[in-house]
């Protein structure tokens, strides 16, 4: 079966620092564009920065210079290194994935796989 299991939310004050784990388990072949969404409470999934399967990456432009995706092809993981977090960080944050190497627009969330989420609270 495959699933998308994240880890590393928690609650830090503006300024601090989280790092987000997303592993991918029960995928036999090579996964392709992986990605991390987050759902503020009461607003609209959106989309956060994404990996494609070469490696190109797209971020929202307010995390751009924040925060920062990378991956472990080999550990089917992806992450997402977060700095310099504001209350507007909060949410809940989803990690995606594909089989199609290439990402698409955020707004098309095409992805086959979704994890459960895991919580990210930043206080002011």
């Known amino acids: 079966q495959k699933q998308l299991v994240e880890s590393g939310g928690g609650s830090v004050q503006a300024g601090g620092s989280l790092t987000l784990s997303c592993v991918a388990s029960?995928?036999?072949?090579?996964?392709?564009?992986m990605g991390w969404y987050r759902q503020a409470p009461g607003k609209g999934r959106e989309g956060v920065a994404s990996?494609?399967?070469?490696?190109?990456?797209n971020y929202r432009e307010s995390v751009k210079g924040r925060f920062t995706i990378a991956r472990d092809n080999d550990k089917n993981t992806v992450y997402l290194q977060m700095s310099n977090l504001i209350p507007e960080d909060t949410a809940m944050y989803y990690c995606?994935?594909?089989?199609?190497?290439?990402?698409?627009?955020?707004?098309?969330?095409?992805?086959?796989?979704w994890g459960q989420g895991t919580k990210v609270t930043v206080s002011s």
């Open positions: 990996i494609s399967g070469l490696g190109t990456i």
């Open positions: 995606a994935a594909r089989s199609d190497y290439t990402c698409l627009p955020f707004e098309r969330a095409a992805f086959d796989y």
């Open positions: 029960g995928f036999t072949k090579r996964i392709g564009c």
